[in-house]
């Protein structure tokens, strides 16, 4: 599996879902136990429609961005509004010149306190508490890692 260069200290391990890439559970070699299938994200409200599901970019999450992460989602577009509330964003309405140089990069949040709730790839759930361990989040983001997940996380 080829991985993409570092980001923000985080190096790309696959992920189950990819836009025109579909995968089976087989294609999980990181265990379906060990890797996040979805989490809650913050529907947007205005301007900002951040967590809307028709369109695919919005309903995502990264792994590089912690639960709730305080540093806010990286969304450089105009469809984006940080009044509450809207969850923090870094470049919040910054116009850009192409589709392509958009930045799209959103952390899993939710609107009760500590943390998020998840699903991994084998259909069991868990509740995530926003100091969970940085490097077992990017961990249990990837599906081709190869990443070996602490069992007392």
Known sequence: MAT???Y??????????G??????????TDGTSSTLLLAEVIQGQGADVRG??????????VTSLR????????????????DPPNPPARECGVVMSTDSSYVRAFAAR???????N????DGSGRFIADG??????????????GEVIPGDY
């Open 4 to 6: 993409l260069a570092a």
């Open 52 to 61: 809307y599901t028709w369109w695919g970019d919005a309903g995502a999450f």
């Open 8 to 17: 923000d200290g985080f190096t790309f391990g696959g992920a189950p879902f």
């Open 67 to 82: 639960p709730n992460d305080p540093r806010g989602d990286y969304v450089n577009h105009t469809y984006c509004n940080t």
């Open 19 to 28: 836009y025109n890439r579909p995968q089976r559970l087989s294609d999980i």
């Open 110 to 116: 939710s609107r009760h306190p500590g943390g998020v």
């Open 118 to 121: 998840v699903a991994f790839c």
């Open 132 to 145: 969970f361990a940085a490097l077992t989040w990017e961990q249990l983001g990837t599906s081709q890692g």
